[in-house]
């Protein structure tokens, strides 16, 4: 079992800058994938940004590439979600997963965590 645990939401304007943080327990940090996904009202959930083990590989959705950045901390168990340039249109409930393998796909992650959740304002 994975427990993984978002903070870092909050309300902020368009244009300002956010930092997500995950942090993961129970499974070996430094060989697990990590993800971040969103969901905004009445929509589906969407794939964001992921990471493979070593922080060697990363995948960013398109509508976020350029302006958001994936890192990890193993030693800290911990994966972060550097927000930027941040649009309306990004606000929704991000949602940190995890996995054996690094995909960038909605579906297939394992473990998920409760949510934190990004408002931006115009």
């Known amino acids: 079992q994975v427990q993984l645990v978002e903070s870092g939401g909050g309300l902020v304007q368009a244009g300002g800058s956010l930092r997500l943080s995950c942090a993961a327990s129970?499974?070996?940090?430094?060989?697990?994938?990590m993800g971040w996904l969103r969901q905004a009202p009445g929509k589906e959930r969407e794939f964001v940004a992921a990471?493979?083990?070593?922080?060697?590989?990363?995948y960013y959705a398109d509508s976020v590439k350029g302006r958001f950045t994936i890192s990890r901390d193993n030693a800290k168990n911990t994966v972060y979600l550097q927000m930027a340039s941040l649009k309306p249109e990004d606000t929704a409930v991000y949602y940190c997963?995890?996995?054996?393998?690094?995909?960038?796909?909605?579906?297939?992650?394992?473990?998920w965590g409760q949510g934190t959740q990004v408002t931006v304002s115009s």
């Open positions: 990471i493979n083990w070593s922080g060697s590989i990363t």
């Open positions: 129970g499974r070996p940090f430094s060989s697990t994938a």
């Open positions: 997963a995890a996995d054996r393998i690094v995909r960038s796909t909605t579906t297939g992650w394992g473990y």
